[in-house]
């Protein structure tokens, strides 16, 4: 009997994928983690039903949500993340030797236990000693902290269950004062094409606007997300993430990336007029 893996993106939108095996299934105390080994993405990795990463095209997310402002401000030395369990952000950051330190702040210890079990190449810089985990809930993590990072990354689960809290204005603001004058906060931002996650994300883009002089959105294609083509969010206290890009500086650090390029770089902030039109207008 044929086996698949079906994820409800909307009521109306289904997306499947043919299963070898199921490989492993748990309940946390945030959230309920699978592990699918699939045919065309190799091992997938699902929390409360939702696809979070899979072998095939996690590249693609993890590419987009580290390199663009490392391009923009190449000098990032302190880094927090916020969520990303599974590794790949952490993974693509430690590629950069001058980066001192990684904070990783998950508050779901088994989504990091089941990557480093079932995702060793996608969770394999979580040991590294330039990273500092920690198991805690990113809202009240970053409470009162000032001028600390270069770099905020919020790598986080949509804004339902225990990602709800990282879309909030008092949590942007807790960002920005724990951001350095330099500081970059970039968060992953949902889906234009379905309604009711692209209300989500202008509504946490008009947030980030009322605290950051400098707010863009920029676009990447990552397949087994909702409609394939995802948004994040880059906000910034000086640099423009398209006029201050330091293409040079950036190759000069000599990285094979499989998704990011300094061209394709220019052409992520590039928005198609429908999703212009929505962030401008709601
Ligand atoms: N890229 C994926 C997607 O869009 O489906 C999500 C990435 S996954 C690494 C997000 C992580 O955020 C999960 O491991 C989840 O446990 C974590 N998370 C959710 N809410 C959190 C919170 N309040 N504090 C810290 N981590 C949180």
Redesign the pocket.
Known sequence: MELWYTEEQTENVRLSLKVKEHIFTGQSD??KVDVFDTHEYGKLMT?DG????TEKDEFI?HDMIVHVAMAVNPNIKRVLV?????GGTVRELMRYPHIQQVEM????KM?CDVAKDYFPTVSNELNNPRVALYY????AYMKGKKNLYDLIII????PV???E??FTTEFYTDCFNALTDEGILVN?NESPVYEQFAKEAIRANEKLKNIFPIVEVYQAQIPT?PSGYWLFGFASKKYHPVKDLKAEAWQQFNLKTKYYNTQLHLGAFALPSYVKEYIENG
């Open positions: 945030f959230q929390l939702l696809v979070m990463v997310y916020i969520g990303g369990g599974d702040v998950e508050i779901d989504v805690e809930d990113g809202v790598d986080s689960t949509d269950g225990p990602g809290g990282l992953q997300y």
